[in-house]
């Protein structure tokens, strides 16, 4: 079980939880990084490559027999800052209802030039 952990005291944007705590799992899934990636390659822009990097990680999580609502910690890594409103606008409610923990990261670059964006995930369940 998954509950949100939000002192009043620590200030936040109420779409990610401070923390998450997880009790009574018996299993954790470790996602390693989700690139913009599909069959044809990488998206042509921030928007597509944001929803091919979800649709991978949804199905590492589903082979696992977990749902995204099993998402215990999120990282995102983003190549450029002008990118946050086109993975803002593809990731919107493809997110658990209770948001999971979540950093976001501005990085020089990923494992290849043409990725915009790599997901990294930890599932309990």
């Given at each position: 079980?998954?509950r ?8 936040g ?89 979540t ?15 790599e ?5 309990v369940?």
């Open positions: 079980m998954l949100p952990v939000n002192p009043p005291s620590v200030p944007p109420g779409f990610y939880s401070q923390g998450i705590e997880a009790s009574g799992s018996g299993r954790t899934l470790y996602v390693s990084g989700q690139a913009g990636v599909g069959p044809d390659g990488p998206g042509k822009d921030i928007g597509e490559q944001a929803r091919l990097a979800i649709a991978n990680l949804n199905a590492v999580i589903a082979e696992a027999g977990m749902t995204n609502a099993n998402i215990a910690k999120l990282t995102i890594y983003l190549t450029d800052p002008a990118h946050m409103p086109g993975f803002i606008e593809a990731a919107a409610g493809t997110l658990p209802a209770m948001p999971p923990a950093t976001l990261l501005i990085v020089k670059g990923l494992a290849s030039p043409e990725l915009l964006i997901i990294e995930a930890i599932a369940g």
